[in-house]
């Protein structure tokens, strides 16, 4: 029984295989005619109707040249935009205590009460390339009396002055311009 069960499932199987044949070939043959028709229909109309080459003359556009103007150009002095509002003028005396002399503009970046503390800023800014120096000033700010100022730089150039200040604010941001009188 077993036997027999295994021979017809084995001759099922054969002719299930055997039934699925590729149709490929078939596929094959119809595409391999269809092509061969094509190339008929395009040799009989290459044959019958012969084609004419088109010559064709260049065409040259037409160009309208229209004379230009020379223009007259300007030019205005660029003038530069500094800030100037933070400018301080200082009542009473300025006693140059440590450094050169002051011109009109300077740029104070610290003020102290102690005069150590200043020429410590002071020796600070010289070892970065500034021409510092330290004032003693007699102002009252509440309630103390002489405050050293230090001063980075000094000119009797406004926007000199006030280019230094702002490229010193970064490091020191209370830096102002003080105006000598």
């Known amino acids: 029984m077993k036997k027999t069960t295994f021979l017809l499932f084995g001759l099922a199987a054969a002719v ?3 039934g699925c044949k590729s149709r490929e070939s078939a596929f094959a043959k119809t595409y391999q005619q269809a092509l061969e028709e ?3 229909r395009t040799v009989e109309v290459v044959t019958t109707a012969p084609v004419q080459p088109v010559i064709t003359q260049p065409v040259e556009p037409v160009v309208t040249v229209q004379p230009v103007e020379p223009v007259q150009v300007i030019q205005q002095p660029v003038q530069e935009e500094v800030d100037l ?3 301080r003028t200082i009542d009473g005396t300025l006693d140059v205590v440590s450094g050169d002399a002051l011109s009109t503009y300077s740029v104070v970046v610290g003020s102290f009460i102690t005069k150590s503390n200043a020429d ?3 020796a600070r800014l010289r070892s970065n390339g500034y021409d510092a120096r330290v004032v003693l000033t007699n102002e009252t700010i509440n309630g103390r009396t002489g405050w050293y100022r230090v001063i980075a ?4 150039n406004k926007s000199e002055a006030a280019r230094t200040r702002d490229a010193l604010k970064g490091t020191y941001p209370g830096a102002w311009l003080l105006l000598k009188r």
Not at 153 to 156: F, T
């Open 38 to 40: 094509e190339q008929s």
């Open 85 to 87: 509002s933070d400018v």
């Open 120 to 122: 410590g800023l002071m």
């Open 16 to 18: 299930t295989l055997t």
């Open 153 to 156: 730089s000094s000119s009797d």
